[in-house]
């Protein structure tokens, strides 16, 4: 076209009738460039967007969405995918060799510094253990480590057993996730942090309403698919009560530190060289990590356990037998080590729905070609977000025969090398490595007092109109984390033994 109908052309433009045609390409095309995938990310496999932020929008919860979108690609052979979430594509690694040398190589896979603003951080403080690297994340773990090893609580999470069975009444239909959440409130308050909550007693005192409300708010779906909208549309009443909730934290510190008891903050704050601000990020990373995960846990074990009465009965009958001789009614370390199939039943439950869903963010520090247990390798570049998917790992049929299937005797016909090979790398409700959970031990053992001395004291049931009856039923939890919602549970005292 000559120079002069150029002109003519664009000076008889209609800017009133073409503005929402320009208004559209520059939303499509913002739109676009948000999702659009980084090109050094282009070579892996991609989770769609549109499904993915759908499954966000239908409020699906973070293991039926890594079911329904993930899985089929691990069940494929693929080491590693991308997927969009918290406003940007993050490598998720399926394959438990590739998850074993990722955990191994804490130095290369350092925790990503979030780069999301997502208000949970806030909360969370930065100076803790949980999102801490290098030398800085050595003295958190010595300091931890040496506070939970000191011992393990067995007589605490028997005595608040016996107190949570009062609460139980004669039994009937218990709202058992409340119940549980309420038991390792207590447990975690008295052992760890030193204080009270009397969670177990007077249901949630306000300082528990005031964390629920708190992590209620900062999982709006929105904000998580979108931190940066924390940016555009600050939320200021959750801000407040994070602050206010933080400062909570921050008086029980104050009181602890005038009243040193036997807990594990106690412990802690033997160490010198620690600030106010690392005991007091630490605390909640205690809190947060020590009760809702562990109360998830003993849920869904009861859960599996009234579906499949034929094991509970036999998980009781092993109690009873090594508990025979006791006339306290509380497990003993030697009678919990004569209760192989108990701690198959927790082991299995903590494969099939596994509290944390995948890790938290790493930062990958180089270039690198990571071979898969299949041989399938997967190109993961400097710089990129990873996150190991536990749920994708646990229900990988290659890895497990009939994922889905809760099945406690896979643990039990195992040989002592092969359980060794299986916690190295697929069995990890625990993560790996160096990284891998301190408090395992903690959690475990909290579980088997408090399953012993429920199957000895309890029996329990689901009702077949429970929207639990065919399929566990999570809450939507922006954290990975994964636990059962609004479960009930039939209780009746357990006959005793003839
Ligand atoms: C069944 C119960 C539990 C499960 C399934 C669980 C799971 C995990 C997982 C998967 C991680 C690794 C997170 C990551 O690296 O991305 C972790 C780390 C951690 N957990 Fe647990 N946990 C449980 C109970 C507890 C309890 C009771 C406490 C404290 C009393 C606790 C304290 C911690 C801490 C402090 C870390 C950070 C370790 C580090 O970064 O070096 N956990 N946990």
Request: aromatic share 10%; glycine share 4%.
């Amino acid at each position: 076209m000559p120079t002069t109908d150029i002109t003519n052309f664009v000076q008889n433009i209609d800017v009133q009738t073409l503005w929402p045609w320009l208004l559209c390409s520059t939303i499509v095309l913002g739109v676009r460039n948000l999702f659009a995938v980084p090109r050094e990310l282009r070579h892996l496999p991609k989770i769609p967007v549109i499904p993915t932020l759908l499954s966000y929008v239908r409020g699906e919860v973070e293991d039926q969405r890594i079911k329904r979108l993930l899985l089929p690609y691990a069940n494929r052979g693929e080491p590693a995918v991308i997927v969009y979430a918290l406003g940007r594509w993050i490598v998720h690694v399926m394959d438990r060799k590739i998850a074993k040398d990722l955990s191994a190589d804490i130095e290369t896979y350092p925790k990503e510094v979030p780069p999301d603003g997502l208000l949970l951080w806030r909360f969370v403080g930065f100076q803790n253990i949980i999102l801490s690297n290098g030398e800085a994340w050595k003295r958190h773990s010595r300091v931890v480590k040496t506070a939970l090893n000191r011992n393990v609580p067995v007589g605490e999470f028997a005595s608040l057993a016996k107190k949570l069975f009062t609460q139980m009444g004669k039994g009937g239909s218990l709202h058992w996730d409340d119940l549980t959440m309420r038991y390792t409130l207590d447990a975690v308050g008295t052992t760890a942090i030193g204080h009270d909550f009397d969670a177990i007693a007077n249901g949630n005192s306000p300082f528990v309403s005031r964390y629920n409300h708190v992590m209620e708010s900062i999982a709006n779906p929105a904000y998580i698919v979108m931190p940066k909208l924390e940016k555009w549309f600050p939320r200021h009443a959750t801000i407040k009560a994070i602050d206010e909730l933080v400062a909570c934290f921050q008086s029980i510190l104050a009181y602890k530190k005038e009243n040193p008891g036997n807990d594990m903050l106690t412990y802690m704050m033997e160490e010198k060289d620690m600030t106010d601000v690392e005991f007091r990020d630490n605390m909640v990373v205690f809190f947060i990590a020590g009760h809702d995960t562990t109360a998830g846990a003993m849920s869904s074990l009861c859960y599996y356990m009234a579906k499949k009465p034929e094991i509970q009965e036999r998980a009781r009958e092993e109690v009873r037998r090594a508990m025979a001789k006791s006339t306290t009614g509380e497990p003993t370390m030697a009678e919990l080590g004569q209760m192989p199939y108990l701690q198959a039943c927790i082991r299995e439950s903590l494969r099939v729905n596994t509290p944390i869903t995948y890790m938290v963010p790493r930062a990958a520090g180089k270039d690198a070609v990571l071979v898969g247990a299949n041989g399938r390798e997967a190109f993961i570049p400097k710089d990129s977000s990873v996150i190991l998917n536990i749920t994708a790992i646990h229900n990988k049929d290659e890895y497990w025969s009939d994922p889905e299937e809760f099945d406690p005797e896979r643990f039990m016909s195992m040989s002592e090398s092969q359980e060794k090979e299986y916690d190295a790398t697929q069995w990890l409700p625990f993560a790996l490595g160096a990284r891998m959970c301190p408090a395992r031990n903690f959690a475990m053992y909290e579980q088997r007092v408090f399953a012993a001395m429920l199957l000895n004291e309890w029996e329990w049931t689901i009702s077949p109109t429970s929207p639990h009856f065919d399929q566990i039923q999570n809450g939507f939890s922006p954290f990975a984390l994964s636990l059962p919602k609004d479960l009930y549970l039939d209780f009746k005292p357990a006959a005793k033994k003839a």
